[in-house]
């Protein structure tokens, strides 16, 4: 067994069933998991025990972003203020394509992870081409991560084929070492995978508990599609292939019905909010307060930096209370509502809450300090509210998954963070370039959302 680790001088915000708060807080953690949370009244610190330094700081689980690509890191900003089908079909499909390989996925997966861990993310759940190789960047930055193999009728095409059953195995084989690391199948929307494939991954999630992660009903074109080819919207289509009788996390929701809500609260079905990729993509604003009524639990995600463009969950979720002002009235998503979503309701949404998701004995100690010795959280009322409406990444001083710290006083602990940077600049200029070739007939330079991909 190994030492103690304790997590001292904070406000202490559990995110447990009765939303405990300890001020001047202590958390010891052993063997990667939660040992004793309490007061430093009830809990002593022996005297040279390792400690963490978290006065001045809110103390709470690790941030868990719900629905991300993070192979997409190298290609942030390369596409902007585009509606959405043009954004995917005219831009991105077609980079990914030209790009798309392990190396470019790994080296973006692992800028992706470096942005989260010093913006307070401890898990994510991923969907993404050559998921092993973003597999492979979080295992060896320490994250926590569901990985889905993307299953598109695209990939199949673009990469091995073969059954999913053949798939699957390999993908899971390479991942069995990752101790951090969850595999997951990526189906990645009921217009992009064909109802056979369905049918076969719906079976091998059966058969081997395995998380399912989709997008569903984002716009409003797939609602009117999935309609007039099935006669059902794309929730009661899912239903009806078996795909809830299987743990399933679906991304964006913003197309949803009342009775598509209370169909997917009666499966346990869990939705990401996705705020500002849906607002800058303009796909619509999610029903979260109606989900949460109804008993779905509803997580926050970033989606990518391909449409984000932050990876900063704390800006994710000023948004998304914002939002449901805006739409619903003052009071409607709360700070504290809003910063569930980010920390045990996302867990929830992930079937991960047994795990991960508040500060309770037993659980993992997945831990974040919010520095609140700042212009910006000085003075301080409410943490909820701090959190959501002042603070943001930039304020996260510590983050730890499973006992390790990733970051200590704002750095960070497993990389060379500059060598990351620089060898994402150098692929950056080499797309950069290749977008940028003289055309043949001498008209200059192309940037990628011009017409050399329309």
Not at 57 to 71: A, M, Q, R, S
Not at 248 to 273: M, N, Y
Request: charged share 20%; net charge negative; with cysteine.
């Amino acid at each position: 067994m190994s030492e103690s680790l304790y997590v001292v001088g904070g406000t202490v915000l559990t995110m447990n069933a009765a939303m405990d708060i300890l001020e001047n807080g202590v958390v010891e953690v052993r063997d990667g998991k939660i040992k004793q949370v309490g007061s430093a009244d009830s809990i002593a610190v022996p005297a040279g025990a390792r400690t963490v330094d978290a006065r001045h700081c809110l103390v709470l689980p690790g941030f868990i972003n719900g629905h991300t690509h993070t192979g997409m890191g190298l290609i942030r900003g390369i596409a902007e203020d585009l509606p959405f089908d043009q954004w995917l079909n005219d831009v991105i499909l077609p980079t990914e394509k030209r790009w798309g390989s392990p190396e470019f996925v790994y080296i973006g997966t692992m800028l992706s992870c470096a942005e989260m861990i010093k913006a307070g993310t401890t898990t994510f759940n991923d969907m993404y081409h050559f998921e092993e190789a973003s597999a492979r960047a979080a295992h060896a930055i320490g994250m926590r991560a569901i990985c889905a193999q993307d299953l598109s009728s695209i990939t199949w095409e673009g990469e091995k084929g073969g059954s999913v059953a053949e798939r699957m195995d390999e993908f899971r084989s390479a991942l069995s070492g990752f101790e951090r690391i969850t595999p997951a199948l990526g189906p990645h929307a009921i217009y992009t995978v064909d109802r056979l494939m369905f049918e076969e991954l719906i079976s091998y999630a059966a058969d081997n508990n395995l998380l399912v992660h989709m997008h569903l009903s984002e716009t409003k074109e797939e609602v009117r599609r999935c309609l007039r080819e099935n006669n059902q919207t794309p929730p009661e289509y899912c239903n009806a292939l078996g795909l809830f009788n299987v743990k399933t996390v679906c991304a964006h929701g913003t197309c949803l019905s009342p009775s598509d809500i209370a169909l997917l609260a009666s499966r346990q079905v869990g939705i990401v909010h996705n705020p500002e990729s849906n607002l800058k993509l303009e796909t619509k604003i999610c029903p979260v307060p109606e989900l949460r009524h109804a008993g779905v639990a509803v997580g926050l995600g970033t989606d990518s930096v391909a449409s984000n463009n932050d990876l900063d969950l704390l800006q994710e979720a000023d948004t998304a209370a914002k939002l449901q002002t805006y739409r619903k009235g003052i009071g409607t998503l709360t700070a504290q509502d809003t910063v569930r979503m980010m920390t045990i309701d996302g867990a929830r949404a992930l079937h991960m809450d047994s795990v991960v998701g508040s500060l309770e004995v037993g659980k993992r100690a997945d831990i974040v300090c919010i520095d609140t010795n700042k212009p910006n959280a000085v003075p301080l009322y409410n943490p909820y509210a701090q959190l959501v409406y002042s603070s943001t990444g930039a304020d996260a001083r510590h983050t730890m998954v499973e006992g390790e710290l990733l970051m200590e006083d704002y750095r960070l602990t497993r990389i060379d963070e500059q060598a990351l940077l620089d060898e994402a600049r150098a692929w950056g200029k080499r797309i950069y370039a290749d977008y940028h070739k003289p055309s043949a007939g001498g008209a200059g330079s192309r940037g990628p959302q011009d017409s050399a991909l329309h």
